[in-house]
Every structure is written in C-alpha cells, then in structure tokens.
C-alpha cells in the first residue's frame, strides 16, 4: 500500500467502499480534484495502518478500526439429525405408526444419494 490514500467513496457502517492510494500526498488530491464532481465528499490523506475493509470515514478523517470477527454459527442440521427430529416427533403421537414407516422408508431410500450430496 502506497503512503498516501484519496477516499472517494463510503458505505452506510463508515467503512471505505471506493479508494486509490498514490505515492504523493499532492498526486491523491489531484485525483480527488478530477473527480469531485462525481464524488464531492472525497478527500485525500494518509494511509492508516490495517488494510481497506478496516479504514473507518468520520468527516474528512481516516481511521483503522479493524471489523470484530464474524459469529461463529452453528453447522446446519445433517438430514440425519432432520430424520431423526420427525421420527421423535411422530413417535410420540398414537396412530401415527403407518406415518412412521413410511417416513422411514422414504428416507432410507434417498439416504445413500442425500449422503453422497453434502460430502
């Protein structure tokens, strides 16, 4: 990354979403200069540390202020873990025992198919 940044644009978090960086302070504000018709809130500074998914706008500075990590989430339900759900829910209502067996047949037939599409 080169010394010197010209902001041209930014999203709705802050977060930088249009830059150039240059070797000049004054080769940023030329560029700024040509193309503040079309982005008359740009500006040229010094390039933070951290990289551009990290630079913050807040009026005519920049900021590093790296993104907190994603949430962890949890792995999605296998079609086993799904199989299994169904097979408890239906096994505690009466009369639902022919509902049972033909949900067991069913999933037996795809499970091999099922299985080898998730791997």
């Given at each position: 990354m080169k010394p010197f940044v010209a902001i041209m644009a930014w999203d709705g978090d802050n977060r930088t979403a249009k830059?150039?960086?240059?070797?000049?302070?004054?080769?940023?504000?030329?560029h700024v200069a040509a193309f503040i018709g079309r982005f008359p809130n740009a500006f040229a500074t010094d390039t933070p540390a951290g990289g551009p998914r990290d630079w913050v706008v807040s009026g005519k500075t920049l900021s590093s202020q790296p993104l907190p990590p994603a949430p962890v989430r949890p792995d999605p339900p296998t079609l086993e873990d799904v199989y299994n759900a169904l097979r408890d829910k239906l096994q505690g209502k009466s009369g639902d025992d022919a509902a049972l067996t033909a949900i067991e047949a069913k999933f037996?037939?795809?499970?091999?198919?099922?299985?080898?599409d998730l791997q």
């Open positions: 830059y150039l960086d240059f070797n000049t302070l004054a080769e940023a504000e030329a037996e037939a795809v499970k091999p198919a099922a299985l080898k």
